[in-house]
């Protein structure tokens, strides 16, 4: 007896908005949507971001049924200085009957071929679970870095330059952050809707900027938290970005938290900056907790944003501009990729003075082998070859080639993401 056909494709009735709603409320309790009304508004936000034009909500049907249902996102990424179309995945959702049936395996097939045909080389995501999308081939990004600051701890400095933004300065909020994604490596073009829902109405966070030479160069987005089991005059303020384009505006934005020393406990920051606590008089973050032998705690870590090469030959077309450490060597790279075969293969790299492309026939000086995970953290800037050599996550069959490779790859610019989706 053959098994009903599985389809994927956008929702289109108010009974599958309905499906979809409760799919991913039950996929993700953590939303608490418990009433009608809050069910009613998870639907309604759902349906309001499928109207960006970036955004699209499928669902997973089978016997007339919706048995899954994802996000996808038309992110514009910047890597290595050129822009890049990546498909993003989000809100991939199973319906509870249903779970051990491969579903969530068909949609994440899809999605890959879906963006394969756009164009795409890349995907992107943030895992609910780690490894279920390293088994997908899916590599670790960057870090986040949560510090808890004391306020007083923060350097002093000139604040003149920093008041709060609203409305009226959307435009110059959007060509701050332009600038600093052209100079970036990995940051995404923002969508239209994010943009809209920071500066409407509804939005809860404060807006900092800090201007010089009549332009915006750069921004603090923050809420306040009450102190867990305090009182009402005990409060903190969490970070949700800190984005700037020069030392003068880090240092600008930092004095206006450093000035809220009377009122804030703690400044709760989450960076994908390793080094922050450079800055900081004292680094330890209010834990008193010390590591063998004696290093104080400073903050903790996640790993969050997943990246995948799904487009070999499209990737390094796209990045024909990108100059890999100046090298010049022909690599046969030999990846491994039991989710999306189409990327197992031993692909032959030929630089010349950095500009690389792909030459199926050349003749290798070296050979090295890794997983498809492994080689999209390497290639987005989050590791280094030198690091997965020690680590054995990679191999190579002649030693002496290895600062060679290393170099190719290496980049003085990591990856950082400060999209939600």
């Known amino acids: 007896m053959s098994q009903p056909k599985r389809v994927i494709r956008p929702l289109q009735t108010e009974s599958e908005w309905d499906a979809y709603t409760t799919i991913s ?21 759902g349906q309001e971001m499928n109207t960006d034009p ?6 997973l049907f089978e016997a007339g049924e919706m048995r899954g249902s994802m996000r996808l996102y038309d992110f514009t990424m910047r890597l ?11 809100g991939v959702g199973v319906d509870l ?10 949609m994440v097939q899809w999605f890959q071929q879906h963006y394969q045909q756009k ?10 679970r780690p490894d279920f999308y390293k088994q997908m081939g899916y590599g670790y990004g960057r870090k986040l870095n949560q510090y ?16 709060f933004l609203d409305a009226s300065h959307q435009q110059a909020f959007n060509d701050c952050y332009e600038r600093v994604r052209q100079a970036s490596n990995g940051l995404m073009i923002q969508p239209e809707s994010t943009v809209q829902a920071l500066f409407g109405p509804a939005s809860t966070l404060k807006k900092v900027g800090y201007w010089a030479d009549g332009q915006l160069q750069g921004y603090l987005l923050f ?23 020069n ?22 920051l989450n960076t994908q900056d390793e080094d922050f606590h450079l800055l900081l008089q004292d680094p330890r973050n209010g834990s008193h907790n010390l590591m063998p032998g004696i290093y104080h705690e400073s903050n903790v870590q996640g790993l969050g944003m997943m990246y995948r090469v799904i487009d070999v030959p499209r990737l390094f077309d796209l990045l024909a501009g990108h100059n890999f450490g100046g090298q010049t060597i022909t690599v046969q790279v030999n990846l491994r990729d039991s989710f999306w075969p189409e990327c197992a293969s031993a692909w032959v790299l030929t630089a010349e003075n950095g500009n690389v492309a792909l030459t199926p026939n050349a003749t290798p000086d070296v050979a090295i082998g890794l997983d498809v995970a492994e080689f999209s953290s390497l290639i987005i800037g989050a590791t280094t070859f030198r690091q997965l050599l020690a680590y054995g996550l990679a191999d190579i069959s002649d030693p002496a080639y290895a600062d060679v490779v290393h170099a190719l790859f290496d980049t003085p610019n990591k990856p950082i993401c400060h999209t939600a989706f």
């Open 25 to 45: 409320i039950n996929a993700y309790p953590g939303i608490r949507a418990t009433d009608e009304a809050a069910r009613r508004r998870f639907k309604e936000r």
């Open 54 to 59: 970036i955004i699209n909500v499928y669902g």
């Open 80 to 90: 290595h200085g050129t822009d890049l179309l990546v498909g993003g995945l989000g």
């Open 97 to 106: 009957l249903h779970k051990k049936e491969r579903i969530a395996y068909d």
């Open 119 to 128: 164009g795409a080389a890349m995907t992107v995501l943030y895992p609910f």
């Open 148 to 163: 808890r600051i004391p306020p007083a701890s923060l350097p002093n400095g000139p604040r003149q330059n920093v008041t």
């Open 223 to 245: 809420s306040f938290e009450p102190v867990p089991n305090g009182n009402f005059l005990r409060n903190n303020i969490i970070i949700r970005t800190l984005l700037y384009e």
């Open 247 to 268: 030392s003068a505006a880090l240092r600008g934005l930092l004095a206006f938290l450093q000035a809220q020393a009377d009122q804030i406990e703690a400044v709760v």
